[in-house]
């Protein structure tokens, strides 16, 4: 190799990656600056009077309570000045007061995100980890009994609604047969983990605590199980969508004519090759898990996002809600983040765009 | 001279047994040491399908019966497992469309020695090696660098180098060439065609070579087969062949090649 042709090369690894996730990154903040008009534009329409339902009967009636509280709550200004304001917070890391708790939003976001997402985390990689087997063994063996038995199944997945399938476990393996249990993040006897990540599977794995590690593992189980079964169903209807049509490439054929093992073309050709579709489904995936884990919280009482959400809309708790309508505006767009740049990674093409 | 590779009476049938299409009838082929022997035919007529029976690549709803010989060993009916060893090590395939069959998101490198590693227990390093002297020999440029790129980043003639640098890497005795030509430009055509004949002359290779181009086998084939819905309908050396064709259907596919003549000078 030249030294010519690998200054080249160099230039053009080095100033290629970057600038395409510079322009992603410069997406996702104009996508963000969109969320933020778009939760507290709704919130300012929304019907119903946030005063009046934070304050009692009697204050109600009170013309200069009522006002004494607008003020305070800054509620009597335009509304371009009052998203001007919050903007401003917003960017200092402040996302108001709840009007429910008189808390900081901010610190009870912070409670209850790494709840939700330790659970929307963890069925997102069973449901990969088990999809990934079921789709290709449904590609492998199209149209034969394997592959009928698992499209069923999956189907059931899909059209089974998830909050019924939370009381159905509810109550079979928790009431009845108590295999697990079935309210909160632990046990009452256990004290949460110290916080580093809020995650206490994590978090108590970093503080080297086996007892309390299983005791949320096992609070976990139920709640995964129940998100799991939708997503499994997805993702396995998918997978062997994408399987069966890399199966028919050419690659896989020479793959074939090279005389490499069964699991070597899996592993190294088969899944490579399908990778980006599911890529992109699993983003899906992960979105579809943030809303559906509001019931299946409710039901396992798990303290998670889902639980603050509701709580805050049915008290009209407005900085709540647009702080959780925020949170999930940012999940959303870090997640295609993650996917655009995980794209790059997988498919060298994508890079010298 | 021994044929390395006997087809003896190969038929091929697809879909449920009575009502299935036959789309290999018969064909019986003999490949030798150092010679091209070229399948033409137009598309449809079975010679991709053949080829494909060889390595047993064919789908599992393809009745094979006949005889496939590679020496003394009976390739048809044999387990995959044992066909493994054969395919890439003793008998290696180059495909139409290098930019399909070289995975886009591996690096030609990893591509080129994974199969190598895996026959012949290299180690990463003597497979790398190999791999470098290989490419120099397909002529292409900066092998060492070439290693750590992927397929895109070549053109489509570099590819299809890279595509039989491939299939030559555990040293095999056949090369089956399935129309390796015919996703290229025209330019880079005779490019590819005089490797496949430098290679062949240098590794005593026994190759079968199916095109429908007729410029592309009077250019390189020392043997030729014409196929005609799944049978073959004439064989003979190139020279007969093209000088003095018996059968109708050879006269007929002889007549309607463009420019003929100038073909041959290639």
Redesign the interface.
């Known amino acids: 190799m030249t030294t010519a042709t690998k200054a080249a090369r160099s230039r053009t690894r080095g100033s290629a990656l970057p600038r395409y996730i510079l322009q992603r990154l410069i997406t996702s903040v104009l996508l963000l600056i969109g969320v933020t008009i778009v939760t507290f534009i709704l919130t300012a329409i929304v019907p119903g009077d946030p005063i009046a339902a934070a304050l009692g009967e009697g204050a109600r009636e009170n013309e200069a309570t009522v006002a004494a509280y607008r003020e305070r709550y800054g509620m009597d200004r335009p509304l371009p000045e009052r998203y001007w304001i919050y903007l401003v917070s917003l960017v200092q890391g402040d996302l108001g007061t709840s009007i429910r708790t008189s808390r900081p939003v901010l610190e009870e976001l912070a409670v209850a995100l790494p709840a939700t997402i330790e659970v929307a985390v963890a069925s997102v990689i069973l449901s990969l980890a088990v999809a990934l087997v079921l789709g290709t063994i449904a590609a492998y063996r199209a149209g034969r009994l394997p592959d009928q038995v698992i499209r069923v199944l999956s189907l059931i997945g899909l059209s089974v609604p998830t909050f019924w399938l939370a009381i159905i476990t509810y109550r079979f393996f928790f009431m009845e047969l108590g295999w697990a249990p079935g309210s909160g993040r632990l046990s009452p006897t256990l004290n949460p983990p110290p916080q580093v990540t809020g995650l206490y599977l994590v978090d108590f794995a970093i503080d080297g605590d086996h007892v309390g590690f299983i005791d949320a593992a096992a609070h976990l189980a139920l709640p995964v199980l129940v998100l799991s079964l939708f997503t499994v169903g997805l993702l396995t209807r998918f997978i062997r969508t994408s399987v069966l049509e890399v199966l028919s490439s050419d690659y896989i054929r020479a793959a074939r004519a090279k005389g490499l093992p069964g699991r070597r073309i899996i592993g190294g050709y088969l899944l490579r090759g399908a990778s980006l579709p599911i890529l992109t489904m699993l983003g899906i995936a992960f979105g579809s898990l943030l809303s559906g884990t509001v019931l299946v919280e409710a039901i396992f009482a798990w303290p998670g996002l889902g639980t603050y959400a509701y709580n805050a809309a049915i008290n009209l708790d407005l900085p709540a809600v647009m702080g959780v309508g925020l949170v999930v505006g940012v999940i959303y767009v870090g997640i295609n983040l993650v996917v655009d740049l995980m794209y790059s990674v997988l498919d060298p093409r994508v890079r010298l765009r | 001279m021994s044929a390395v590779l006997s087809i003896t009476d190969l038929s091929i049938e697809f879909g449920p047994k009575g009502s299935g299409r036959t789309v290999v009838d018969s064909v019986s082929l003999d490949l030798t040491a150092g010679r091209i022997q070229g399948l033409a035919g137009e598309s449809g007529s079975g010679k991709t399908v053949t080829a494909m029976a060889v390595?047993g690549?064919l789908p599992d709803s393809a009745k094979v019966t006949g005889s496939i010989r590679l020496g003394d060993t009976e390739l048809l009916g044999m387990p995959t497992r044992q066909?493994?060893?054969?395919?890439?090590?003793r008998v290696?395939?180059v495909?139409?469309?290098p930019s399909?069959?070289?995975?886009?998101?591996?690096t030609v490198g990893s591509q080129l020695t994974?199969?190598v590693r895996?026959?012949l227990k290299l180690k990463r390093r003597e497979a790398k090696e190999r791999a470098v002297e290989l490419l120099a020999r397909v002529r292409v440029p900066?092998p060492?660098?070439a290693l750590s790129r992927?397929p895109?980043q070549f053109s489509g003639g570099q590819r299809q180098r890279i595509?039989i640098a491939?299939a030559l890497a555990c040293d095999p005795e056949v090369l089956l060439a399935d129309e390796p030509t015919t996703a290229l430009d025209v330019t880079v055509q005779a490019g590819i065609l005089h490797l496949l004949r430098d290679l062949v002359a240098e590794r005593d290779l026994a190759v079968l070579l199916v095109t429908h181009d007729l410029g592309v086998m009077s250019a390189v084939a020392d043997d030729m087969a014409v196929m005609r819905h799944g049978r073959i309908v004439e064989t003979g050396t190139r020279e007969k062949l093209f000088r003095d064709p018996e059968h109708p259907y050879t006269r007929e596919l002889l007549e309607a090649m463009p420019d003929a003549q100038e073909s041959e000078v290639l």
């Not at chain 2, 066909?83 to 090590?89: A, E, H, P, Q, V």
């Not at chain 2, 399909?100 to 591996?106: E, K, R, V």
């Open positions: 390595l690549l066909l493994r060893s054969i395919r890439g090590m290696a395939m495909f139409q469309d399909a069959s070289l995975h886009p998101q591996i994974d199969h895996h026959h900066n060492e660098e992927y895109h595509a491939m």
